[in-house]
């Protein structure tokens, strides 16, 4: 069972305000990732790290910055929320070196924004 | 990561067998196979995973093909609640830009 949580699960917001998604990860997983997916289309990578103080862009542009301060924590930041952000964002974790490792990565339930 | 082709829908009677297939054509020696499903709008699940020998496991079982440039994913006895999108990924370790492709969305059929 993954221990992978995100907060809030949805969020309505207005246009101009300062979200922050959270996600935590029990399993000490060292690699964490941001995928934004809206409805019935691709998942897309936005953001990923490698470890603490570690973090990328990912395919596809965004306007949030992430940060990577402790290991099990993964927030995203929009600092001025616009209608475009809306979408689904999913947080994954996976491990992939020792014996644990497959590789995989285990996913939250996602943080359904809207922006009016 | 090598690029992924899968057929965009496929059909399945209940208690049959699903076997969805996947082209990897550009896949390179060190890259797996990965197999997701994603379940409605909640995050995908990982299935089943290989490099160059059949795998399986409580879900499902994974062939891959000799030269390694396609794979099936084959649920043995698919319920209703294997309805879902199935997602073929290649990736190397290291590679962490996992690109997920729009998959094969899967119904079974009462």
């Known amino acids: 069972e993954a221990d992978i949580y995100q907060t809030p699960r949805y969020l309505v917001i207005g246009t101009g305000k300062k979200i922050t998604l959270e996600c935590s990860q029990t399993?000490?997983?060292?690699?964490m990732y941001w995928y934004q997916q809206d409805p019935g289309m691709e998942l897309h990578l936005i953001h990923y790290?490698?470890?603490?103080?570690?973090?990328e862009k990912g395919d596809l542009s965004s306007e949030s910055t992430v940060s990577r301060i402790r290991t099990e924590h993964f927030p995203l930041t929009l600092e001025s929320a616009r209608p475009s952000h809306t979408s689904q964002y999913l947080c994954a974790s996976s491990v992939t070196s020792g014996p644990r490792a497959k590789g995989e990565l285990f996913f939250g339930e996602g943080s359904r924004l809207t922006v009016l | 990561d090598a690029k992924t082709t899968q057929p965009p829908s496929m059909d399945c009677a209940e208690g049959r067998a699903a076997n969805l297939p996947c082209n990897h054509s550009t896949i390179s020696g060190n890259e797996y196979v990965y197999w997701y499903r994603q379940i409605h709008s909640q995050g995908p699940q990982y299935i089943i995973h290989?490099?160059?020998n059949n795998e399986t496991n409580e879900m499902a079982s994974l062939i891959i093909t000799e030269d390694r440039k396609s794979s099936t994913l084959i649920l043995p006895h698919a319920t209703l609640r294997d309805t879902a999108v199935y997602y073929c990924i290649v990736r190397g370790f290291g590679n962490e830009k996992l690109t997920f492709g729009t998959g094969t969305r899967l119904t079974i059929i009462p």
């Open positions: 790290s490698y470890g603490v103080n570690s973090t």
């Open positions: 290989g490099l160059k």
């Open positions: 399993m000490g997983h060292d690699k």
